[in-house]
């Protein structure tokens, strides 16, 4: 978050992939990366984020978080 808060952009991505990768289900990772992919104007990534992210909520049983990324892939459609 310090990177995407400081304007580095796809040092915080690099951060947010490593977080994704090394735990698939660590939801807010899949919010933060596809807002991030947003504002770098890579919106295909950032919707294939997003549904990964649906599927981590779904796996935890996380409805706040899986409302919030659906919302924000609402949007991209």
């Known amino acids: 978050m310090e990177y995407r808060n400081g304007g580095d952009l796809e040092a915080a991505m690099g951060e947010f992939q490593s977080l994704m990768a090394a735990n698939a289900d660590y939801v807010a990772a899949y919010f933060h990366g596809g807002q991030t992919l947003e504002r770098l104007g890579r919106l295909e990534e950032a919707r294939a984020v997003y549904e990964r992210g649906l599927e981590a909520a779904r ?19």
């Open 59 to 77: 796996r935890k049983g996380d409805q706040h978080a899986g409302g919030e990324i659906q919302a924000a892939l609402d949007l991209l459609s």
